[in-house]
Every structure is written in structure tokens, then in C-alpha cells.
Antibody, heavy 121, light 107 residues
């Protein structure tokens, strides 16, 4: 059974940093591209970043380019999102997301339960 | 970036009725359009990918159609479990973008 378990959310100050982790199990992690998607409370979905199975190819949304860094450790079956220079508008639930396909296509067939990040002073 | 506009914002229907949800792209996304369903307090669920392919476990009452800039998600006969928010997403161009969602509510 595929499981994605996010951690690392919480309260951060504006300008601060947080690192989210997503522990994956139930599939060959290194074979699949992964993404981070967020959702502000009561709002819609926003794709943030994607990384290929090997980690060699990465894409970002404009809203987080230069502030957030996606990475993965295939030896630990873990996906990361380093979030720097946080802003109030980054407050959201952050979801780890697995690609349906081996190639990076961003069709998400499994989602984590989400971790809440709140940016406030 | 490609903007996806979903309509209507809210759709009020009764169980057993047919639902038609629209997603329009600001430029062609070919057939690279995905539909998700989200219920309150839950993560989204994949329904349809590449415009018309049902994901594993998606009931046959859900169908997707369209290409280029205009796409439709149709639910042939609504069941109580289908009342939720539906999002479209394009995977044609980076950055990936989502529509703003259509809320399907019980009339």
C-alpha cells in the first residue's frame, strides 16, 4: 500500500524557514517523480514544485522560485521541501504527491495527508 | 503560464441528475488535462487523466472529454458521494496549473 507521510509543518515567522519531509513507502520511490502541492485554508490547489525520480530534473512555480528548494533522498525514500523567506501568503496545507507514471508527467495518483504551515508573527 | 478557468463556480444538482463541469485553458494543452475530486478534510483524488482516461477505481459514471482549450467532466447520474469540489489541472506546460475548482453541491 502506497503511503506518503508529511512532517515538519508548524508555525514560522515571516522571513523564516521550515523544512518539510515526506516519507514514502509501498512503492519503488526512486522510480517516480514527486511533487509538492499546497492549499491555503478554504482555497484551491497550487502546484509548487516537481522533481524527477533521479533528482536530476526540477521545476518550480513562479511564486516559490528562488525561495523554496525541492530535493529527495532515494536511499531514505524521502522527499523534502526547504522553504526560506517565508511570507504570510505561504500559509497553507502542504501535500506531498506521487506521480502516476514513471516519467515526470504530474498526474498525481497518491497524496499525503498534508501538513499545515502557518506563517505569522 | 497557462490559466485554467472552471465553470460554473458552484453547481447545484440532485442525486440522479447529470452533471457537466467545464474547464477552459488560456492556450492549448492538447489532451494533457487532469481532473481531481476533493472532499472536505481530505486530499484530492485522481479521477481522469489526459482528458478522458479514467484512473484506477474511478466509477464509469465519470467521463472526461475535450482537447485543446475546452474540456468537460461529466457525471452521468449523481450519487451522494459525488458532491465535492472538482479541480482540473494541466500538465502540458511548466509551470503546472490548476483551475480554481467547481463546487458540486446538493440541491
Amino acid at each position: 500500500e502506497v503511503q506518503l507521510l508529511e512532517s515538519g509543518g508548524g508555525l514560522a515567522q515571516p522571513g523564516g524557514s521550515l523544512r518539510l519531509s515526506c516519507a514514502a513507502s509501498g512503492f519503488t520511490f526512486s522510480n517516480y517523480a514527486m511533487s509538492w502541492v499546497r492549499q491555503a485554508p478554504g482555497k484551491g490547489l497550487e502546484w509548487l514544485s516537481a522533481i524527477s525520480g533521479s533528482g536530476s530534473t526540477i521545476y518550480y512555480a513562479v511564486s516559490v522560485q528562488g525561495r523554496f528548494t525541492i530535493s529527495r533522498d532515494n536511499s531514505k525514500n524521502t522527499l523534502y521541501l526547504q522553504m526560506d523567506s517565508l511570507r504570510a501568503e505561504d500559509t497553507a496545507f502542504y501535500y506531498c504527491a506521487k506521480d502516476l507514471f514513471v516519467r515526470m508527467k504530474v498526474v498525481v495518483d497518491y497524496w499525503g495527508q498534508g501538513t499545515l504551515v502557518t506563517v505569522s508573527s | 503560464e497557462i490559466v485554467l478557468t472552471q465553470s460554473p463556480a458552484t453547481l447545484s444538482l440532485s442525486p440522479g441528475e447529470r452533471a457537466t463541469l467545464s474547464c477552459r485553458a488560456s492556450q492549448s494543452v492538447s489532451s494533457y488535462l487532469v481532473w481531481y475530486q476533493q472532499k472536505p478534510g481530505q486530499a484530492p483524488r485522481l479521477l481522469i487523466y489526459d482528458a478522458s482516461n479514467r484512473a484506477t477505481g474511478t466509477p464509469a459514471r465519470f467521463s472526461g472529454s475535450g482537447s485543446g482549450t475546452d474540456f468537460t467532466l461529466t457525471i452521468s447520474s449523481l450519487e451522494p458521494a459525488d458532491f465535492a469540489v472538482y479541480y482540473c489541472q494541466q500538465r502540458s506546460n511548466w509551470p503546472i496549473t490548476f483551475g480554481q475548482g467547481t463546487r458540486l453541491e446538493i440541491k
